[in-house]
């Protein structure tokens, strides 16, 4: 296991079940590695196959959505983890059999800005139309169109008093923004997702929040998850760098929002507020 995140599970006969099941047509794997990827999905992975299990059985839907997903993807200049097998059910947990994506989390040297807007240019320049049916609502993860409600609403008055104001005027930022011709986004552009061969990008992982968005949202998160904002003006044109930041403030508002959405554990709730709160006292980017 690769670390716990203490997000649901399937027991573990279940989850070796549905990994047997998955890769039924394929060679057994010698060994099974887990990897706790995300908060809807866990994946085992073998020397040729990725598996990704649904959490629980309310996100079958969604993995189910977002390997089709990945499965009409045009060619691209990296690696997706597109489909080896027809997704598997049990007892109502979804798994699908993925192309196993090698790379490593890390570059070479230090990530080079240049690298991911490649990447960010690829992604942001896919044909919206041939992938309408498979993609998530804009700000699915915290509350689609009513984000901003739901931040207000539902996000602020969980912190302490003293950072509230703070929270208000970001969310007040992203809300201003002027509208801006959207692209394919990829919606997670963390470091978590990005697997380099080298210094290039060798393959995304987790296309599930890929959504029809500004594509500063994107700028906004590889800015922020690879310490690249003194060199944003490598990632995009100014007036997206700028709209990038206003993004980027919402943040860890956004990961509440996921967590209250979802009904999480009160103990993971109080985790993610904890971590709004520390960064709410820190500068904006």
Known sequence: MAHETRYPRPHQPLLDALVTTALADHRPPHHTEWVEHGSNTLVALSDHAAVRIARQRQAGGEVLRSQRLVDALPDVPFHVPRS???????????????????????PTTRPDAG??????????????????????????????????????DRVVPLLPADVQDEAHRRIDTLAALDDAPRTVNHGDLGSTNVLWHGDRVGALLDWDLTAHEDPAEDIATVATSFGLWPAAGA??????????RGFAGTIPLQIVAFAVLQERSDHELARTVARAQRALRRSVP
């Open 84 to 106: 080896l097998a027809a997704p598997v059910e049990i007892d109502g947990h979804v798994a699908v059999a993925t192309r196993r994506l090698h790379g490593s989390p890390q």
């Open 235 to 244: 990632l995009a044109d100014l007036g997206t760098v700028q709209r990038a």
């Open 115 to 152: 690298a991911l807007r490649e990447v960010l240019d690829a992604v942001h320049q896919i044909d919206a139309a041939a992938l309408e049916p498979h993609l998530a609502p804009r700000r699915a993860f915290c509350g689609g169109e009513d984000w901003e409600t739901t931040l207000r």
